[in-house]
């Protein structure tokens, strides 16, 4: 029997006083994936469980992480127990790609290394992708028709510490601000349009477009962007723009190849432009909550298949 170890970061052993805000997300997203991979079958699962979130779903293995031991240590241990290990964690501060570099690639359930370190910075992954053809922000920058700026942290996670400012000259000041606390933020030209993200189940062969969801958005008085909520596989089936999604999503896999398991895209829908990347997440997003469900679909043990698949062929 194969043995999973499912490890998100805020609920495992990552949380702290001001997580809060993500904290609720990141435990339904680990409950949904550790519920798949118990339905899935053959498959013994084990949860890392922090004291802030200590129950797991039934038929799964609740592991306490040690007192006083770090990401790092706690998850190179059960590496070393389990066949495989799906982490979700943010790309912020070069986490996911430090626990990537841990796991290994044989036991990781998801993207490349490679793909990690470009998409864990906002700004490489749209140079990546502008220089193959996809339009991004950096395509409006120039526009007389960009009104609004949004600033936000090049690595962050979600709309956490986002921005957005009616000026140009008010958005260089916010990054400036920023800079010398020492972070590491963007600004891009605000794409207005029709916030949507893409689910996709990528391999070394294949890139499937599972659906596409309608993100949830509020602005308030000061300009703070906040994401609350997405509604999954939100576009009617006879929607002209999902052939065109699917077609704009192989683009973007052929200008990331690296592209592995379950992957998230946001996106705005511009009137005039189509499809514009805001930024790719390596790694399970809100969207895959109860997307199983709606898609009558095991997406975990897809997943898995199509790991194995690759570690196949790898081996052939």
Known sequence: MMRVFVYEHLSGCGAT??????????????????RDLLRAGACAVSVAAGPRAPEVPPGALALRPPA???????????????????V??????????????????????GCDAATIALTSSKRATLTRVAESGVATPLAFAASPATRRWV??????????????????????DDVETRRQRGEA??????????????????????????????????????????????????????????????????????????????VGIDLVWHARRGPVLIEINPRVTMA??????????????????AHRGEAVHADA
């Open 151 to 172: 600033v936000k942290p090049d690595d962050g996670a979600g709309a956490v510490a986002t921005r957005v400012h009616n000026t140009h000259a008010a958005a260089r």
């Open 88 to 109: 979700i964690a943010p790309e912020t501060g070069g986490l996911l790609a430090q626990l990537q570099r841990i796991v290994g690639a044989e036991r990781w359930l």
């Open 185 to 262: 933020a963007v600004l891009e030209a605000w794409v207005a349009g029709e916030p949507l993200s893409l689910s996709l189940l990528c391999s070394a062969g294949r890139i499937e477009l599972l659906c596409v969801n309608r993100q949830q958005l509020t602005i308030d008085a000061f300009g703070v962007l906040s994401f609350t909520g997405v509604q999954i596989d939100a576009l009617r089936r006879d929607d002209a723009r999902i052939d065109s999604l699917r077609a704009w999503a192989r683009s973007l896999a052929r200008a990331v190849p690296g592209l592995r398991g379950y």
């Open 68 to 86: 006083g031991a770090g990401a790092a240590e706690f998850v190179a241990h059960q590496a070393r127990l389990h066949d495989r290990v799906w």
């Open 17 to 34: 006083d001001a997580c809060d805000e993500l904290l609720g997300p990141g435990r339904e997203m680990r409950d949904a994936v550790a």
């Open 288 to 305: 895959y909550v109860g997307l199983s469900t709606a898609l009558h679909r095991n997406l975990a043990a897809a997943v898995l298949a």
